[in-house]
């Protein structure tokens, strides 16, 4: 059976079979996505947590607690335990704010940064091998995907991400 196509007027009717196939296509390449790191957390008992706060603390250094917590939306309790055990290993550390002595700048030491490309290399490695296959119009759709799937205010951080904010 033939997959349906933009119409004439522009729109792109899919059936609920095509959805259903999408969602579970995202839910296999999810896994994919994140097998190779999970197998470099497993041997230093760090969980994806541990992965998206060292991914972020890298893309923003000096970032703070409370905006690594907008970013990750998760618990301050939950963060906070995984911060503490990034800093106790050595791989994240916390200095004082300087305009603000109760704010908490995060950076990554050496170590945290030797770890973050090892889980940033595996990861580009897939995705670069993905979109040399798929083509650069596939990219260039898929990101678009993406970004429409983001709620308003996870679109707002993605961009000034984006833009180097």
Do not use: C, W
Not at 2 to 28: C, H, N, V
Not at 76 to 86: D, E, F, I, Y
Not at 93 to 107: F, T
């Amino acid at each position: 059976m033939a997959e349906p196509g933009p119409t004439s007027d522009g729109l792109l009717f899919l059936t609920d079979e095509q959805l259903r196939k999408g969602i579970e296509a995202m839910f296999f390449a999810y896994r994919g996505f994140t097998a190779d790191p999970d197998r470099i957390l497993e041997t230093k008992d760090y969980g994806r947590a541990h992965h998206r706060a060292v991914h972020f603390i890298h893309r923003s250094p000096g970032t703070t607690v409370s905006n690594l917590l907008s970013i990750l939306g998760v618990t301050k309790q939950s963060l906070n335990r995984v911060l503490r055990s990034l800093i106790d290993d050595g791989l994240v550390r916390s200095e004082k704010g300087k305009v603000d002595a109760r704010e908490r700048h995060l950076h990554l030491t050496d170590k945290g940064q030797m770890l973050e490309r090892e889980l940033s290399d595996a990861q580009r490695a897939r995705m670069r091998a993905a979109y040399r296959a798929a083509g650069p119009q596939a990219v260039a759709g898929f990101r678009q995907v993406l970004e429409a799937m983001m709620d308003p205010e996870m679109r707002r951080q993605y961009n000034r991400l984006k833009e180097g904010g």
